[in-house]
């Protein structure tokens, strides 16, 4: 069910194009895409429906300018880092550079214009999850670039860490960000309050040295085999 916009969320802002991408963000970060309407959509912003046609032309349509307008700034500051990580020497130092390249800037951003917040995260995250195919393109269309540029830069530095084991582990570096964005409360929490689960600071060094360990673990095809127990034979 949609959650109602409040009388406060209804009033007119003086430029409605911003106010429907905000209801829009809004909404889809709450609801999903799926559940919301153009309809709900107007009513958050203050608008009638024809606005957000005029403006955006469908719902897809707002939900690309949604990830254009957030992802250009981010995904253009993760690429300056990473160029400059990828000019780092010292191959420990520089897979260490390259992730940070990948992380700071969905952390740190000035404004959720450029790329951060934790709204446009738990947006992403509830597309990721949703499964509808219009977010998918959209989301390739955003990110697949950039994704493959800090995949290569990673595989360079650990060039005996095959491709597909490096893709894994990105995809599992691209979880805990969204989770680490999105619900900051469960580290203080099962700290039982001795983490701040929404320190910047303290969850980038984190992660950042969290996912340089598992880049450098073994290769999935190098690891230990696991132990077997022994097969027991039935026969008596």
Request: net charge positive.
């Amino acid at each position: 069910m949609v959650r109602k916009p409040t009388s406060k969320e209804t009033v007119r802002k003086p430029n409605m194009r911003e106010a429907i991408l905000a209801a829009a963000e809004e909404l889809f970060a709450t609801n999903g895409f799926n559940a919301v309407s153009v309809r709900d959509i107007a009513q958050a912003a203050g608008a009638n429906p024809g606005s957000v046609t005029y403006h955006f032309k469908t719902k897809d349509g707002l939900l690309l300018e949604i990830y254009r307008r957030h992802c250009g700034p981010m995904n253009l500051r993760r690429s300056e880092l990473l160029a400059a990580a990828k000019r780092v020497r010292d191959l420990q130092d520089r897979l260490e550079a390259i992730v940070r390249a990948y992380v700071v800037p969905a952390f740190t951003s000035g404004s959720d214009l450029a790329g951060g917040g934790a709204r446009f995260t738990r947006l992403r995250a509830v597309m990721s999850a949703e499964g509808n195919e219009v977010a998918r393109k959209i989301i390739a269309q955003t990110f697949d670039d950039t994704s493959h540029a800090f995949i290569d830069a990673i595989h360079e530095s650990l060039p005996h860490i095959p491709r597909t084991d490096i893709v894994w582990r990105s995809h599992f570096l691209l979880g805990a960000l969204y989770y680490s964005l999105v619900t900051p409360e469960r580290v203080s929490r099962l700290s039982r309050g001795e983490a701040d689960g929404s320190d910047a600071a303290i969850a980038i060094e984190q992660l950042v040295q969290a996912t340089v360990a598992a880049f450098q673990a073994p290769a999935l095809d190098q690891a230990a085999p696991a132990r077997r127990r022994p097969v027991v034979s039935s026969k008596t």
